[in-house]
């Protein structure tokens, strides 16, 4: 396949014709950024062999761009460990272990510091998301019912739902709760 790919590619340099059988193959061309509206996208990258090799593992999200993203994995065929020895190969570097991790499909949890406030139903939330005065103290949505705020923040959010009559019970809110 490379040694067709490259004879297309000394075609389309060359300006020479390019048989049925060629014209078929461009569409993977183009997907590696190599080739636009049937003739050479400009200068052929020097790591043209990487591109191939990596399309063996990962779909293109744009010519020559592979993500790493649960998505663009979800349609990886291939070695999972040999993927990783070529990106580390390629960029000389040992990639991150999260990364690593989502390659091999390894699970993962994410530890996330602060105060979890649970409103009593998803229309609450939605009603005090739509003010910026109540969505600059948040960092994270867990859920329709559920958000995620830093304990730096959560004194100052607790005085403002309290000024709006949202009461909190003291088994939730118990740090947030003035001290007397």
């Known amino acids: 396949m490379r040694v067709f790919r490259k004879k297309i590619l000394w075609k389309l340099k060359y300006n020479k014709l390019l048989t049925q059988k060629d014209q ?4 993977g061309l183009e997907a590696l950024g190599l080739v ?6 400009g200068f052929l990258p020097d790591h043209l062999e990487l591109l191939w090799e990596l399309e063996m593992y990962l779909r293109p999200n744009s010519p020559g761009r592979y993500p790493l993203t649960k998505r663009a994995l979800h349609f990886h065929s ?16 040992p990639i991150p272990e999260h990364t690593k991790a989502l390659i091999l499909k390894q699970p993962s949890i994410r530890i996330a510091e602060g105060i979890v406030l649970e409103f009593s139903s ?11 005065a109540f969505r600059k103290y948040l960092d994270e949505f ?17 005085d403002l739902l309290t000024r709006r009559r949202v009461m909190a019970t003291a088994n939730q809110s118990q740090d947030l709760l003035p001290s007397d």
């Open 36 to 41: 636009r509206n049937d003739q050479l996208a």
């Open 24 to 27: 078929s193959a461009l569409n």
């Open 142 to 158: 867990l859920s329709p019912q559920r958000v995620l705020v830093s304990k730096e923040k959560g004194r100052e959010l607790f």
């Open 122 to 132: 998803p229309s609450e939330l939605k009603q005090l998301r739509r003010q910026p």
């Open 78 to 93: 291939g070695d999972r460990f040999r993927l990783i020895e070529l990106i580390e190969r390629e960029v000389q570097k």
